[in-house]
Nanobody, 115 residues
Framework: QVQLVESGGGLVLPGGSLRLSCEVS????????MEWYRQVLGNERELVAS???????NYADSVKGRFTISWDIAKNTMYLQMTSLKPEDSAAYLC?????????WGQGTQVTVSS
């Protein structure tokens, strides 16, 4: 059974940093793309960043220059380094993974940016 487990969320002051992790287990076939999404209750899920198996990255305009996505394939773990956090970055952050079999999702980790 494929599982994606996020960790690293929490409460941080504006301007602070957090690093999120997403560990994948139970995957028998190579993943092609991994993504970080975020969602605020009542709003649509927003794609924050994505990375391919060849290292190509994309970011939402709202996080460019502040967030960095990375993927340690050997450890089956994806990361999202978040810096210069703003209150509007507060959300549940979910990781997603895709390959030819389909899409997979984690349960999410809450990030709250507040003074």
């Amino acid at each position: 059974q494929v599982q994606l487990v996020e960790s690293g969320g929490g409460l941080v002051l504006p301007g602070g940093s957090l690093r999120l992790s997403c560990e994948v287990s139970g995957m028998r076939f190579r993943l092609e793309v991994m993504e970080w999404y975020r969602q605020v209750l009542g709003n649509e899920r927003e794609l924050v960043a994505s990375i391919t198996g060849t290292g190509i990255t994309n970011y939402a305009d709202s996080v460019k220059g502040r967030f960095t996505i990375s993927w340690d394939i050997a450890k089956n773990t994806m990361y999202l380094q978040m810096t210069s956090l703003k209150p509007e970055d507060s959300a549940a952050y979910l990781c997603g993974a895709r390959n030819f079999l389909g899409s997979y999702w984690g349960q999410g980790t809450q990030v709250t940016v507040s003074s």
